[in-house]
């Protein structure tokens, strides 16, 4: 009505089975729950013409101008800022989504929406669910691109944390510095072997969540000890990358650092600068003063309940059906 662009994603064959239908149901039920700079959000939703006989749901989102993998592959010019711009406004968002108790668990390039001023949303949250992390409930792991996977995944841990979503940031964050996957098999052990690779041999507290197989065939494995430092010195040169993507790709996700620390670490001042100076909504400017906000980076106003999963799982089909029909006539 505005006559602002907007992106068009149609879901189709919502109600092929219950898995499809709860993929849908929470990824609306998401998205209407955003409003942060850095994570995609719904702008609307085309009601169904029929609320008894329905197969697909298209609903309206902001309108972006490209994706960080397109960019990672052209021959765009990437400097240090562009990156340490990019992965504080990824990690920014990452803390809404974690703080809202949802695990994104598909992070990578193509899910990292970029405007031509640099701003960067997260989107796609087809895999994303809702996380207690009281309960250590068991959850599917084979979940996340294969690329930016963390370990204790490609190791079949079915109980595990928004570290996975950490470790592919970490991951992205080398991609922009070389312009390189930087662990890029042809499937789950290869991948697993490349991680090792780079940093280390983990040891058996390392994979206390680990299926026997996995465990079995690092165990199987030469021992290889590795100096982090001089392997992410292949990546780049500069000392606080190095420390922030050590810490980043720590193999043991209690280990690895979290979003909140990981948003104050010294490589990406000068990013948080950047961001809050010309880019956020949540800063203002006045008399050509900038005024900053006492929260730079925010967390979700209403938290996800973190049984809403358990609340979903006893929704039949068609209490689904018709939710989604309500949801989108109002």
Known sequence: RSGKKLALKKMPHVFQNMCACRRVYREISMLNSFQHDNVIGLVDVIRPQNPNFFQEISVF????????????????????????LFVYQI????????????????????????????CLKICDFGLARVWDEKENAEMTHEVVTQYYRAPELLMGARIYTDAIDVWSVGCIFAELMDRNILFQAPGPLDQLDKIIDLVGTPSTEDMVLACDGARAHVLQ????????RASFSKITKDDLAIDLLSRLLAFNPDQRIDVSEALHHPFLSDGRLRFHSLMC???????????????LEPVHSAPFDPRWEQELARLTL???RDRLYNFAAN
């Not at 989102?61 to 990156?83: A, G, R």
């Not at 989504?97 to 990292?112: E, G, T, W």
């Not at 909504?281 to 929260?295: A, E, K, L, Y």
């Open 61 to 84: 989102t902001e309108l972006m101008e490209t994706d960080l993998h397109k960019i990672i592959v052209s021959p765009q010019e990437l400097t240090v800022e562009h990156v340490k």
């Open 91 to 118: 990690l920014r968002g990452l803390k809404y989504l974690h703080s809202a108790h949802i695990l994104h668990r598909d992070i990578k390039p193509a899910n990292l929406l970029v405007n031509s001023d640099c």
């Open 221 to 228: 494995l030469p021992i290889k000890r590795v100096d982090t």
């Open 281 to 295: 909504s949540c800063c203002s400017t006045n008399d050509n003063q900038r005024i900053f906000c006492n929260d």
């Open 318 to 320: 068609f209490d689904q």
